[in-house]
């Protein structure tokens, strides 16, 4: 069926009959605009990822089900980063008119899939036709208390750098969907990535840690924007890079480049005093999310990478060719 049989309308409320209430949502799909109730004392972050067609994904091989996913994972991701926890979000499409409805369907069944997994409400959108393909846009509404949220600007000289989950996977994902590989975890780690909200949460809850950014850019841009915030430098050990098995069987001799430059991981990368080192990881245990130590902040600029002797390393200037 295509999306003209059914129009607008029809789709908004196709979209609108699968929303369970909440007591959050005074008012939401149908009305010019939505009411939300904010819980008491706590701020509302808020947030805004826009998902282009031949930009961000690919639908050769973006299944509609993971990129319903990843569009609200993304956005997800952010608010962990921030440590709030996800309440409601937009989404708002542009959609070429031979889309089927069939394909929006498989789409709204991964958003609606995540919301639920991570417990966001749609209430609302907009509903556009598009000449120039799929454009995905999500904003999505978080909260914390205000004294909590962790910001990329509080780093201090001295801090440890942590960063969860393992490096690079999404990216040689990547690489590996445009060799034409479709299964696998690095595959599944850049079609549907997981966004670490109850760490996010629960790390800024615990009050140990200073400066917090999620891994979207790459790590050494990531870390460099926390730099640049917190007016600090950081050193990064590259033998400290956790990186996952499946990483190491494809990155080639020099595993680095890419789990140091590639995007997309949605790892949560944050700094805490020395002397929180074992709160930290006794938290992230209990949390069931590895969680490594991968360098320190100093007082220069910028991120500079050191290996375990001391020497500086420099990434391959090759980087990708080295990718088996
Ligand atoms: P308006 O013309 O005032 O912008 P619309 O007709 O675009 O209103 O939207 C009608 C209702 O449907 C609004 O409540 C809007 O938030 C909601 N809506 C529109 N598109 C979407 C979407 N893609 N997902 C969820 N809600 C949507
Ligand atoms: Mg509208």
Redesign the pocket.
């Known amino acids: 069926m295509k999306l003209a049989e059914v129009g607008e309308f029809g789709l ?1 409320r196709r ?2 009959e699968k929303i369970p209430a909440h007591r959050s949502v005074v008012l939401g ?4 605009a ?1 009411g939300i109730l904010p819980s008491a004392g706590c701020i509302t972050l808020i947030t805004s990822d826009m998902l282009l067609e031949g930009v961000h994904f690919d639908l050769s091989f973006s299944d509609p089900i993971s990129l319903g996913r990843k569009s609200l994972a993304v956005n997800l991701s952010d608010l962990a980063a921030m440590g709030a926890l996800p309440r409601q979000f937009l ?3 542009g959609l070429p008119r031979s889309i089927e409805v069939e394909f929006i369907d498989r789409f709204m069944e991964g958003v609606l899939a995540t919301a639920r997994s991570y417990g966001a409400i ?1 209430v ?4 556009c036709a598009s000449k120039s393909g799929l454009v995905i846009s999500i904003t999505a509404l978080g909260e914390q208390r205000p004294e909590r949220v962790l910001k990329r600007s509080a780093a201090r000289v001295g801090d440890l750098v942590f960063v969860t989950g393992t490096l690079g996977d999404a990216a040689a994902g990547l690489e590996l969907l445009q060799r034409g590989v479709r299964e696998g975890r690095l595959v599944d780690r850049q079609l549907a990535p997981e966004p670490r909200v109850a760490a996010g949460a629960a790390l800024a809850d615990a009050g140990f840690v200073h400066a917090m950014i999620d891994v979207s850019d790459g790590l050494v841009s990531d870390l460099g924007h926390i730099c640049e915030l917190s007016g600090v430098g950081a050193k990064v050990e590259v033998e400290l890079l956790p990186l996952s098995e499946e990483y190491r069987r494809v990155c080639g001799a020099d595993p680095y480049p890419l789990a140091l430059s590639g995007g997309e991981d949605y790892e949560l990368l944050f700094t805490a005093a020395p002397g929180q080192e074992k709160n930290v990881l006794a938290l992230m245990q209990r949390l069931g999310l590895q969680t490594s130590i991968i360098g320190e902040i100093t007082d220069g600029k910028g991120v500079e990478l050191f290996r375990p002797d001391g020497s500086p390393y420099s990434p391959a200037k090759s980087g990708f060719d080295h990718f088996g």
């Open positions: 908004i979209i609108a799909i149908g009305d010019d939505a989404l708002s499409l749609l609302g959108g907009d509903t």
